[in-house]
């Protein structure tokens, strides 16, 4: 007797969805209301342009499925004078917690669409502007997505905007259907020592393919013993900066969609940001910009169809150097110890004015140029007011 009341509960259920699906009226079709062009950067991760209230200037947001609501850079409010308020509230970020305040009731402009009574936190967001090179000004996540229909398609380089209500995906491509919290959370099948299927982040704001946290891979013992030495580097994100180490895992897959060789990074998720054990951490847009995206979160569905990228190679150098904008400088911050990077001479504190024969001082060209393992680079650099050739070449992580 004990099995027959959860089924039976389940039945019931059944037939009292049925009936209510019966008597609900349709949905009216899903309408294009905006189209917005898309910027790219690097790891896949792109931005657009959009203003908030009634300043005429434009602003860069981060479009990122890993955000939990829509935010501004603190810096962006001191120099616009928004009236922001001060909160208890927090947000975690991969290099720790942070209190935040509010700009509340705002509104965000788009071309085409205008979003009213947003409540923006506010957070420091000068480490992504001195990543990416250009002014981070706010990200928008979940309070935007949840509004509308988004079709991101990367093909093209727009974003599409609709009104919920029935929509037509495009055929073919894998109709996902997320766990939604604040944020969408996928499952996937991933293979190295073993075979594994976990829970994780989808999250079009991490310049990076694949991230497991430690514990996560210490406790399920999925990665091979028998493989190189994974490299130490430094990602950034929300928070700050964070060293973490870098490898490879043998094949993920996306639904039917598999990738080999895939770059992972080991997390020490100090803050548990990953949520362990309930996810084994996140798939980054370096594997999702490979698909065409519509996002759903009404109806709880994200639809991927593979893009031009989808069968372009991943980065697998390995320098060791890391590098920022800052100052309207391309400044080295970090070397790590006994990489390609401090092979070459490095130091903390250099200027990159030219790489090869570039000498556009554009972070993003640069990275560009470093992602080839195995090519030779030219640099040339400014330290203590001296010019000096550095040459190097980038390392492979396996």
Same mark, same amino acid.
């Given at each position: 007797?004990?099995?027959?009341?959860?089924?039976?509960?389940?039945?019931?259920?059944?037939?009292?969805?049925?009936?209510?699906?019966?008597?609900?009226?349709?949905?009216?079709?899903?309408?294009?209301?905006?189209?917005?062009?898309?910027?790219?950067?690097?790891?896949?991760?792109?931005?657009?342009?959009?203003?908030?209230?009634?300043?005429?200037?434009?602003?860069?947001?981060?479009?990122?499925?890993?955000?939990?609501?829509?935010?501004?850079?603190?810096? !962006?409010?001191?120099? @616009?004078?928004?009236?922001?308020?001060?909160?208890?509230?927090?947000?975690?970020?991969?290099?720790?917690?942070?209190?935040?305040?509010?700009?509340?009731?705002?509104?965000?402009?788009?071309?085409?669409?205008?979003?009213?009574?947003?409540?923006?936190?506010?957070?420091?967001?000068? &480490?992504?502007?001195?990543?990416?090179?250009?002014?981070?000004?706010?990200?928008?996540?979940?309070?935007?997505?949840?509004?509308?229909?988004?079709?991101?398609?990367?093909?093209?380089?727009?974003?599409?905007?609709?009104?919920?209500?029935?929509?037509?995906?495009?055929?073919?491509?894998?109709?996902?259907?997320?766990?939604?919290?604040?944020?969408?959370?996928?499952?996937?099948?991933?293979?190295?020592?073993?075979?594994?299927?976990?829970?994780?982040? @989808?999250?079009?704001?991490?310049?990076?393919?694949?991230?497991?946290?430690?514990? @996560?891979?210490?406790?399920?013992?999925?990665?091979?013993?028998?493989?190189?030495?994974?490299?130490?580097?430094?990602?950034?994100?929300?928070?700050?900066?964070?060293?973490?180490?870098?490898? !490879?895992?043998?094949?993920?897959?996306?639904?039917?969609?598999?990738?080999?060789?895939?770059?992972?990074?080991? @997390?020490?998720?100090?803050?548990?940001?990953?949520?362990?054990?309930?996810?084994?951490?996140?798939?980054?847009?370096?594997?999702?910009?490979?698909?065409?995206?519509?996002?759903?979160?009404?109806?709880?569905?994200?639809?991927?169809?593979?893009?031009?990228?989808?069968?372009?190679?991943?980065?697998?150098?390995?320098?060791?150097?890391?590098?920022?904008?800052?100052?309207?400088?391309?400044?080295?911050?970090?070397? &790590?110890?006994?990489?390609?990077?401090?092979?070459?001479?490095?130091?903390?504190?250099?200027?990159?004015?030219?790489?090869?024969?570039?000498?556009?001082?554009?972070? !993003?060209?640069?990275?560009?140029?470093?992602?080839?393992?195995?090519?030779?680079?030219?640099?040339?650099?400014?330290?203590?007011?001296?010019?000096?050739?550095?040459?190097?070449?980038?390392?492979? &992580?396996?």
């Amino acid at each position: 007797m004990k099995g027959l009341f959860p089924i039976a509960l389940s039945a019931a259920w059944s037939l009292c969805a049925v009936s209510r699906a019966q008597t609900r009226a349709p949905e009216p079709p899903s309408v294009r209301i905006a189209t917005v062009p898309l910027h790219a950067l690097t790891g896949g991760v792109v931005f657009v342009r959009a203003c908030v209230n009634d300043l005429a200037d434009t602003l860069n947001f981060l479009l990122d499925t890993g955000s939990g609501g829509i935010s501004l850079d603190s810096s !962006t409010c001191v120099e @616009f004078g928004m009236p922001v308020v001060p909160t208890e509230k927090t947000i975690r970020g991969i290099a720790g917690v942070r209190k935040v305040d509010f700009l509340y009731g705002a509104r965000l402009k788009l071309p085409g669409l205008t979003v009213d009574s947003l409540d923006f936190h506010v957070n420091d967001y000068e &480490i992504l502007t001195s990543v990416y090179g250009i002014k981070v000004d706010g990200i928008i996540g979940y309070s935007f997505f949840n509004r509308y229909i988004v079709r991101l398609d990367y093909d093209n380089m727009l974003m599409e905007v609709h009104t919920p209500g029935e929509f037509r995906y495009p055929k073919g491509g894998y109709l996902m259907k997320p766990l939604m919290t604040s944020l969408p959370i996928m499952t996937a099948d991933f293979h190295d020592a073993r075979d594994m299927n976990a829970r994780f982040y @989808f999250d079009t704001g991490a310049g990076l393919a694949f991230l497991l946290s430690e514990s @996560f891979a210490r406790d399920s013992a999925v990665l091979a013993r028998k493989r190189k030495e994974p490299v130490v580097t430094q990602a950034e994100g929300v928070g700050g900066k964070m060293t973490m180490k870098l490898t !490879t895992v043998k094949q993920v897959r996306v639904g039917p969609y598999r990738f080999r060789r895939v770059p992972t990074f080991l @997390f020490d998720d100090k803050y548990n940001v990953t949520s362990y054990p309930f996810l084994g951490g996140l798939v980054g847009n370096e594997i999702l910009h490979r698909f065409n995206t519509v996002l759903n979160y009404r109806k709880r569905e994200i639809h991927l169809v593979p893009n031009r990228f989808h069968r372009e190679p991943f980065d697998y150098a390995y320098t060791g150097l890391g590098i920022y904008f800052v100052n309207r400088q391309v400044l080295v911050e970090d070397v &790590i110890p006994r990489s390609p990077a401090e092979a070459a001479g490095f130091r903390v504190g250099d200027v990159i004015l030219a790489v090869n024969n570039d000498f556009s001082n554009n972070i !993003t060209s640069y990275k560009n140029m470093m992602q080839h393992a195995g090519g030779r680079l030219r640099f040339v650099v400014s330290r203590n007011g001296k010019l000096l050739v550095l040459r190097m070449r980038p390392g492979r &992580i396996y």
